[in-house]
């Protein structure tokens, strides 16, 4: 399934932006960016939990927020893109 996490964290203090990096981290690890707090994670159901426990481990639920959009298995066509940073698969082959 492909999910749509998007986060906003406080980092008017230098743990929030720690935080920032943190989660930063955690996402990139499991997903691609697709704006600066906006990434694109094609995850299973187990994978989502993990990664969820993960973000909230991290996050300050009194100045940081996140957002789940599941768009499901299929995503394909609910998706579409104007402007810069052009799309990528996320079936596609992963280059690092």
Not at 60 to 80: A, C, M, Q, V
């Amino acid at each position: 399934m492909l999910v749509l996490i998007t986060y906003d964290v406080n980092v008017e203090t230098a743990e929030g932006r720690k935080r920032l990096r943190h989660i930063a981290k955690i996402c990139v690890n499991h997903g691609q960016r697709v704006q600066n707090s906006v990434f694109e994670c094609k995850v299973d159901q187990a994978m989502l939990v993990k990664l969820r426990a993960l973000l909230e481990a991290e996050m300050n639920p009194e100045t940081d927020s996140l957002r789940f959009y599941h768009l499901g298995s299929n995503w394909h066509g609910k998706i579409e893109h104007l402007g810069a940073k052009a799309s990528y698969d996320p079936e596609g082959p992963l280059i690092v």
